[in-house]
């Protein structure tokens, strides 16, 4: 498969029909007035396991045939693919294995550990993760299910791309974040399948952004994976990546790259002005609109994708504790 269409998407959605939420999209009275346009809300950090990650994961153990089911999954994980997955394949009472690097915070860690998967702690990247997943599938005959770079993930994310479609049908431009493109390849698929002259809009982090250097680049680079408020975006896309890559360079209309401040200030605006907790991932659309890094000229749908964030760094960073490199 060289892309995920917009039909594996509506496929997709009918499959995980029940094993998710269909989360609400509000409207911001606060952003609205601030940019004089209508935006609106994704609460995807409502979701089951409190991040977008469990659409894909349920779509990828439901694609797995009996054989497979018996084997077991393994995957690397910055920690929420790894709590969908964990949390997916205990409802289907399978073996699953998360391989994580030190990086991944422990409130996560200790969540996946929770769902009852096995952890692997492995080096200081996702990359290093990513070895011990393979060693495992080739010693163990574990089935790998990568975080973001699988036809059955992609379209299990951009089934959040037809909710925010329907919900907002006049939709001009969606904000989403980006790592390693899994969600965004699967909401600008599906968004764009539905209204194609909509914008999609890739937000990241600039520590370490690997998708943003890649496309820079115009093949999958390695990038260094540092520490940030935005965790669930470290990592890098695959240097043998297949799909997500070329479906980020085809559907996305920018790339936009924030501060640890200015995520800092998407975080607090959020709880603050919005009354959602976000981590720093799900912050990011916000933090793009308050620093001005994105002016949409029509109605504007951000994504929180996700929650999971450590309550004690969440409270620093609202109380401006939080000390932030530049």
């Not at 940019?35 to 894909?56: A, I, N």
């Not at 997916?88 to 994580?100: F, K, Q, Y």
């Not at 996305?252 to 981590?279: C, K, M, N, P």
Request: hydrophobic fraction near 45%; glycine fraction near 10%; charge should be negative.
């Amino acid at each position: 498969m060289d892309s995920v269409t917009f039909q594996h998407i509506l496929v997709a959605r009918d499959r995980i029909a029940g094993k998710i939420a269909a989360t609400p999209v509000a409207a911001s009275v606060t952003l609205s007035e601030r940019l004089d346009v209508p935006v609106y809300l994704k609460l995807e950090h409502r979701q089951t396991t409190g991040s977008f990650k469990l659409r894909g994961a349920s779509n990828a153990i439901a694609w797995l045939d009996a054989e497979d089911r018996k084997r077991g999954v393994v995957a690397a994980s910055t920690g929420n693919h790894g709590r969908a997955l964990s949390f997916a394949a205990r409802l289907e009472g399978m073996r699953a294995v998360i391989c994580m690097s030190r990086l991944v915070p422990a409130n996560k860690v200790e969540e996946i550990r929770r769902l009852g998967a096995e952890i692997r702690i492995v080096g200081n990247s996702q990359d290093d993760a990513q070895v011990e997943v393979e060693r495992l599938a080739a010693e163990e005959g574990l089935v790998m299910v990568p975080p973001f770079d699988h036809p059955a993930v992609i379209a299990g994310q951009g089934t959040l791309g037809l909710e925010i479609a329907s919900a907002v049908a006049d939709v001009e431009t969606v904000l989403v974040p980006l790592s390693g493109g899994g969600l965004a390849a699967g909401i600008a698929a599906a968004v764009k399948g539905t209204r194609p002259h909509a914008k999609v809009i890739g937000i990241s982090m600039q520590r370490g952004a690997a998708m943003k250097a890649s496309l820079d680049a115009g093949r999958p680079v390695q990038v260094e994976e540092m520490p940030t408020l935005a965790d669930s975006l470290g990592g890098g896309i695959g240097l043998d990546n297949r799909l997500t890559f070329s479906m980020c360079r085809d559907l996305l209309d920018d790339v936009v790259l924030l501060s640890e401040a200015e995520i800092a200030a998407g975080i607090t605006h959020a709880y603050s002005q919005e009354r959602e907790i976000v981590e720093g991932a799900g912050a990011v659309g916000i933090a793009a609109l308050l620093a001005g890094k994105v002016r949409p000229r029509g109605p504007v749908v951000l994504v929180l994708s996700g929650r999971n964030i450590d309550m004690g760094l969440h409270r620093d960073i609202v109380c401006g504790k939080e000390e932030l490199a530049a």
